[in-house]
Every structure is written in C-alpha cells, then in structure tokens.
C-alpha cells in the first residue's frame, strides 16, 4: 500500500483565496483525521470521520474551514476565505476501527498564506 | 483535552537509554495509553500502545503501572536517528475526543 496521500505537498496562496487540500486514505480504513501544526499551538485534531461521516468536527477553528468525505478513498479540507495565520502544516492521518489509536499519517501539506 | 504531561526536552548520548515519563491522572478506564515519534517535515508515526503492565516490540517498551497514572516509554540504547519529538496520548474519562489529541511531546536530542 502506498500509505496516506496528501495533496499537495505544498501550497502558497494570497489572503482572501479559497485553498482545498486533499487526502487519500490507506485503502480498508474507516477513520480519516485532519490535523494542523505549527510552531506555536502544536498538532491540533481538526476533524475526524468514521465511514466518511464527520464525528466530530469541534476543533475546526472557524467556519472558514469545512471538511468533506464523499467517499471512503477521498478526503478534502477548504478553506474560504484563507488568512495569513492559516499557514500551517496539515496532516491527513487513517485508521482502522478496530484499533484506532494506531494512525498513519500522511506526509502532509505546507501551507503558506501570504 | 487530554490531560497529559510530558518533559518538553530530554538530551542523550548514543548508546544510552531514553526513558520519557508521561503523565496521565484522569486516564479513561478502558484506553490504551499511545505514543508516537515524529521527525522533522515528517507526520507522526506510531511507536507502541498499552493498556497496563508492560509491552515491548522492536522499538522500544512501554512500562504503565498498576493504578495507569503514568507511562514511561522506554528507548533503548539510542542512536543520533532517535532524535525527534515523542508524543503521549491518553483520553481523560470525561472526554471522547483527548484520545486523538496531542499534547506537546518531549523533544529528544541525541548528541555521539
């Protein structure tokens, strides 16, 4: 298996842009999480799905930010309108439910708002 | 949010071995207790999980005591490629979502 897949791998953007980045689980695995880094706050859980509906949805910061699941091979988190305090690194990690604490993670997408 | 708590920084020598104590007062009954490693521009990855005693794999072992309060994620003789973050996730009783989260994470430096 190819494992988590994160597109793209890096993204640079003007404030107000709308930005979409992308995830494909590792085929068999029915939990789906996106997180955020940064220096100062640290890996942040955005959102998490299990058989592509969203479970908890609590750490999104804003309604700038929406995430999606159409389907169990695809993922996608928005952001619309971006800000400059967006930039972060985000990372799309799976699971499968029968031992969820073990995720894989994807190598992530730098994002950087300008 | 997950209650735990991790030293911020540990430095080592190669060959010696890291022990990393986390602390977890309020963890769930019924959870596993999680570490991870993550490197630089890398994701975490996953290193070991347990639920009491002691578990051990080809990485490293985790040691939880009886009353689950606290873990120590041991490393074995380390080398300059065990530098890199190590995170402890433990879900507090009262909260669904402290399993996903990370805290932290204690940042290892191993100097030859």
């Known amino acids: 298996d190819a494992g988590v897949i994160q597109s793209p791998r890096h993204e640079v953007t003007e404030m107000g842009q709308e930005v979409t980045l992308r995830c494909k689980p590792i085929?068999?695995?029915?939990?789906l999480f996106w997180y955020r880094q940064t220096m100062m706050r640290g890996l942040e859980l955005l959102i998490y799905?299990?058989?592509?509906?969203?479970?908890?949805d609590s750490g999104m910061p804003e309604d700038r930010f929406s995430a999606k699941m159409p389907n169990a091979s695809f993922s996608t988190l928005k952001i619309q309108p971006s800000e400059p305090r967006d930039s972060a690194v985000y990372f799309c990690?799976?699971?499968?439910?029968?031992?969820?604490?073990?995720?894989?993670f994807g190598p992530g997408t730098r994002l950087t708002v300008t | 949010l997950a209650k735990t708590t991790q030293p911020i920084s540990m430095d080592s020598y190669e060959g010696q071995e890291v022990n990393i104590t986390c602390s977890h007062n309020?963890?769930?009954?019924?959870?596993?207790i999680t570490w991870y490693q993550q490197f630089p521009s890398q994701g975490p990855r996953f290193i070991i999980q347990?639920?009491?005693t002691k578990v051990t794999n080809e990485v490293a072992s985790l040691f939880i005591p009886a009353d689950r309060k606290s873990s120590t994620l041991s490393l074995p003789r380390v080398s300059l490629s065990d530098t890199a973050v190590y995170y402890c996730?433990?879900?507090?009783?009262?909260?669904?979502?402290?399993?996903?989260?990370f805290g932290a994470g204690t940042q290892v430096v191993v100097t030859p």
């Open positions: 990690a799976s699971s499968s439910g029968t031992d969820s604490y073990e995720q894989y």
């Open positions: 085929s068999g695995h029915d939990y």
């Open positions: 799905f299990n058989n592509n509906v969203p479970i908890d």
């Open positions: 309020n963890i769930a009954t019924n959870d596993y």
């Open positions: 347990g639920y009491k």
């Open positions: 996730l433990g879900r507090d009783e009262a909260d669904s979502w402290g399993k996903f989260q």
